[in-house]
């Protein structure tokens, strides 16, 4: 799925997030699932949500931001949540 503007644009906005432990291959895969398993969900704007939600900076607010992303999309699919 690599090379798709969709996940291409997600990977940009993951690297450039500050805190974000950036992984170019775990990362392709994270998002490759993320799209996967949300296919109902704008996640690049989820992902854009998340980390305004979190003051710019969800690196201070989590130990682990993967999961904390994936939880995000959860409950935004689950409530039928528009990020903005």
């Given amino acids: 799925m690599q090379g798709d503007p969709t996940t291409e644009s997600i990977l940009a906005y993951l690297e450039a997030m500050r805190g974000y432990?950036?992984?170019?291959n775990s990362?392709?895969?994270f998002v490759a699932e993320l799209l996967s398993d949300f296919p109902s969900l704008d996640v690049l704007e989820q992902i854009k949500a998340f980390r305004w939600h979190n003051s710019g900076d969800p690196?201070?607010?989590?130990k682990s931001l993967r999961p904390a992303i994936r939880r995000w999309l959860a409950a935004?699919?689950?409530?039928?949540r528009e990020p903005f």
């Fill in 59 to 62: 690196a201070r607010h989590f």
């Fill in 27 to 29: 990362d392709a895969d």
């Fill in 76 to 80: 935004a699919k689950r409530f039928d």
């Fill in 21 to 24: 432990p950036f992984d170019p």
